[in-house]
């Protein structure tokens, strides 16, 4: 199994990190580096082959245009997104064909078909799992995937039932819709080692590869399968049949543009990516001997992974606890270096994703020097009216 969630891998500070400027800095703020973003997306086009047609990067993880911008600039133009704003964020920012992967329905799919049409010459497509989805799309120049359960139990349809996944291919293109193919997310891989991942997203792939096999019986093409989130990302590319399959294959991690403490331990270190956006801190309390509190509580670094919701940079002698709103307590061990309230901790999310969500803006550094703000565009959510 995985290490425990007490086990917070040591991530090293070096002058990459550091902000010259650290003074002038409200915290806690949300800081990423666009220099370790260009390396993040390039680590990920190397392991793919240098082909930024087999990505489709979830976007969720990115949120701002201007990072959205940096994967299009290196030809990554197929991403994936949740929320009608992501979608709105990502054609804006240039994308070309974008999948919203969430099962939109009422007021939320009128919206997407709004998007749709104000962005004509953008592919957009949509996911479902039932006859009763299709409806929301009909009429439309919306394309359709076709969501299997790969085991996670959180949407889609259980991959024993593959006559299900034909005859709702069918029912997609006897509406008059474009049934474009699969979408397969395997996320609770990540609570296996490396070694037993592989081994069971395998076994995934293969049950996954006979409803393809299933569908093209039925005289069904399938034109792309996705798969793979960060999790899994190691695992698909090894998977053999999806190198010489006759359908598009993309994989979809999203955390990887920005790392975590998380994906740190779960991708191989010969990738070579490293955080590029943290939290920045201050200590504002030395509570007990052995204890000090900075301004990082969840409202700031997310917990929704687990306790402890972050590592301390270049400090993995420190031990943060469960925080409250806005207090992080952190231990300190006994004859450890004691920092002083008023000090600055950077904090590398457990899980980036939301928390790049709880920020309004982010501070861009490179170089040791802030070099500008952007606004966390695809922040929340949109205004919930739709007429």
Not at 138 to 153: R, Y
Not at 265 to 289: D, M
Not at 357 to 365: E, H, I
Not at 378 to 383: D, S, T
Request: aromatic fraction near 6%; proline fraction near 7%; charge should be negative.
């Amino acid at each position: 199994m995985a290490s425990p969630a007490s086990a917070m891998p040591a991530l090293a500070f070096d002058e990459d990190y550091r902000i010259a400027e650290i003074e002038s800095v409200m915290t806690p703020a949300l800081v990423i580096y666009p220099d370790i973003v260009d390396a993040n997306i390039a680590a990920t086009l190397r392991v793919l082959g240098h082909d930024p047609n087999r990505w489709r990067p979830h976007v969720k993880t990115a949120k701002l245009g201007f990072v959205m911008r940096r994967l299009i600039e290196r030809g990554v133009t197929n991403v994936k997104c949740a929320t009608t704003l992501e979608l709105q964020t990502a054609c804006e920012a240039g994308a070309q064909d974008v999948l919203v992967a969430y099962p939109h329905m009422g007021a939320n799919a009128r919206r997407v078909r709004e998007l749709a049409e104000q962005f004509s010459d953008r592919r957009i497509s949509a996911l479902i799992e039932s006859p009763e989805q299709i409806r929301e799309w009909t009429g439309s120049c919306i394309g359709l995937f076709i969501d299997i359960n790969g085991g996670m139990d959180r949407t889609g349809i259980e991959q024993a039932h593959a006559e299900r996944v034909v005859s709702l291919a069918r029912a997609i293109q006897e509406a008059g819709l474009e049934f474009r193919g699969v979408h397969y997310y395997d996320g609770h891989m990540s609570k296996y080692a490396l070694p037993e991942r592989e081994a069971k997203a395998h076994e995934g792939y293969d049950r996954l590869m006979q409803i393809i096999a299933a569908l093209n019986d039925a005289g069904i093409a399938v034109a792309e399968v996705i798969t793979a989130g960060t999790p899994a990302f190691p695992c698909t590319i090894t998977y053999a049949p999806f190198a010489t399959a006759a359908f598009i294959h993309r994989a979809s991690p999203g955390t990887v543009v920005y790392g975590d403490a998380t994906s740190t331990e779960q991708l191989p270190a010969e990738y070579g990516y490293r955080p590029a956006a943290v939290v920045v801190s201050t200590v504002v309390s030395h509570p007990t001997p052995q204890r000090i509190t900075c301004d990082a509580g969840h409202k700031t670094v997310s917990a929704d992974a687990g306790i402890p919701t972050c590592a301390v940079l270049g400090r993995p002698d420190l031990q943060p606890h469960k925080p409250s709103e806005e207090h992080l307590p952190i231990d300190v061990p006994e004859g450890a270096p004691l920092p002083a309230i008023g000090d600055h901790l950077y904090l590398v999310p457990r899980h980036v994703c939301p928390t790049v969500n709880n920020f309004d803006y982010a501070v861009l550094v490179s170089g040791g020097h802030i070099t500008g703000v952007e606004r966390v565009t695809a922040r929340g959510r949109e205004v919930p009216i739709v007429i």
